[in-house]
């Protein structure tokens, strides 16, 4: 009896789960939609100078061989011997490269691609589905988000794709990938979507689409496509330790791609909202030390920069930025993504957690600069003391003076209180704290003395609390650290 219960169950259960499994099928088979989709996918060719060898401009070109073969060394010998004397200079040699893009607009003749496929070329060729030749003028390029977009101009009719919406796609959707691998020309292939919001340490706004469509070198720049046809990806990275395909590519979303090319459309140039702040990772240790509910979530600003936007509207060293625009930081690398999707000079809400409570300040956004320059504090006043041993953390600590200022290089304005020696194996060593860092606060609270840090420190045992967050500048700039208290509950143990 138990049998055909087990049995009963399991054939009441498979009825519910098969429409959704019917919904999610393939089609029988994916040419119709590549018939579509293949005209708008273009490659594109690209030439660029090439520096003769040093020394040798009028040397003979060597032929090609495989890379690493002991043919390509024993080529590059022979030509070396034998170069003729008085032999006339060979004009400078020519590079080429090759990657795939989509035509997004058939009348303007907009063409999209990755930056890193053209980036350098000094002449770019765009081959249509049907070997036309023709070449593109640049309209603008994005190397943050590796985007680039071309114009061409032909009285062929052209035929564009529509972009989808990325934010749609889930994992487990059947994505086509269509490109130039390796230079054959148009290729198709298929897969799914096997995650998203991948973060490769590309750039700060990763956000990649990852698939098992197969995708090469050649590829970059082409599209990836839902079922309907839409382009919801741009294909730009594969990971790979032979160089061919795994099963392990990335994509553009198109809702970032989307924004970006719109910009270089109209201006050549992407322009950025900016907040002008250092942030770090909000761990466990830290949303304790600030009895931030909820555990580790937001972004911790190690730094305000001085003048900028937040600076400026009251943001502080220290407070826990949660929510912005209306958007929830659920962690640091989501930040500079989300401000950047905001418009320059607009006014923003940015709710963060200071003193033990949420606080909502009005920012209005700068632009993000090219390159962000590192300010200094205020001016440090002129101490003299002893080493201070900060029981249960392996720390010693001086107030600054001029000798330990030339001693770890430290800036005229330096304020705080200065690391002189650090114990192995201690709380402070696992931070990897080091001599000549400096302490400029304990738990959000300016300190210029070791006395006030053991003040600061004695305070939070009183109070039982656990960990103490230090504010600590160092040759990598400001950062926060939180170090354990000795005892359970930050009594001495």
């Known amino acids: 009896m138990r049998l055909a219960a087990l049995a009963l169950a399991v054939f009441v259960a498979i009825p519910s789960l098969a429409p959704q499994a019917e919904a999610q099928r393939p089609p029988e088979s994916f040419a119709p939609l590549a018939r579509q989709l293949l005209p708008a996918v273009v490659n594109i060719s690209t030439t660029q100078a090439m ?17 690493g073969s002991p043919f390509e060394e024993f080529f590059r010998d022979f030509f070396n011997r034998n170069r003729p004397e008085g032999a006339p200079q060979r004009p400078q040699r020519r590079g080429q490269s090759l990657g795939s893009g989509f035509i997004i607009d058939a009348v303007q003749g907009i063409v999209v691609t990755n930056n890193h496929v053209i980036d350098g070329a000094d002449e770019i060729n765009v081959i249509l589905a049907d070997n036309t030749t023709i070449r593109a003028e640049l309209l603008g390029t994005d190397p943050r988000t590796d985007i680039a977009v071309l114009r061409i101009r032909t009285d062929k009719p052209l035929t564009a794709v529509p972009w989808g919406n990325s934010d749609e796609a889930e994992v487990g959707d059947w994505v086509i ?36 469509a197969a995708i090469n070198r050649g590829n970059s720049g082409g599209p990836l496509f839902n079922l309907r046809g839409e382009v919801i990806g741009i294909n730009t990275a594969i990971y790979s330790p032979s160089g061919g395909s795994i099963g392990i590519g990335f994509a553009i979303p198109s809702n970032l791609a989307q924004r970006v090319v719109a910009q270089l459309r109209e201006n050549g140039r992407v322009r950025r909202g900016w907040l002008g702040v250092n942030i770090q990772q909000v761990t466990d240790e830290i949303a304790e030390a600030l009895r931030l509910p909820g555990g580790a979530r937001g972004a911790l600003v190690a730094r305000a920069q001085e003048g900028g936007p937040a600076a400026t509207a009251g943001i502080r060293n220290g407070d826990i930025i949660l929510r912005f625009n209306g958007v929830e930081v659920r962690e640091m690398r989501n930040l ?81 209180v200065v690391i002189v020696e650090v114990a192995p194996n201690s709380p402070a060593a696992e931070r990897d704290l ?40 160092g040759a990598g700039g400001q950062r926060f650290v939180p170090l354990r208290l000795r005892g359970e509950r930050g009594t001495p143990g």
């Open 51 to 67: 520096p003769q060898r040093p020394g040798r401009p009028d040397a003979p070109d060597v032929p090609q061989a495989p890379p």
């Open 177 to 212: 990938a269509i490109g130039n691998p390796f230079g054959l020309g148009g290729s198709v292939t298929a897969g799914i979507i096997s995650a998203r919001g991948r973060d490769i340490r590309q750039g700060l706004y990763d956000d990649f689409i990852q698939t098992d």
């Open 434 to 473: 080091r001599p000549g860092d400096v302490i400029v606060e304990v738990q959000q609270e300016r300190v210029n003395t070791p006395a006030e840090v053991q003040e600061r420190l004695a305070k939070l045992r009183q109070q039982n609390r656990g960990v103490a967050l230090f504010a600590v500048e």
């Open 336 to 416: 500079p993504r989300i401000v950047a999707d905001n418009m320059v000079g607009a006014q923003v809400p940015v709710v963060v957690w200071r003193d033990g409570r949420e606080e909502t300040i009005t920012v209005t956004l700068g632009e993000l600069p090219a390159e962000q320059a590192q300010a200094g504090g205020p001016q440090a006043p002129a101490q003299s003391a002893a080493p201070v041993e900060l029981a249960g953390l392996g720390l010693r600590v001086m107030a600054i003076t001029e000798e330990l200022r030339q001693r770890f290089n430290l800036r005229p304005d330096q304020r705080g």
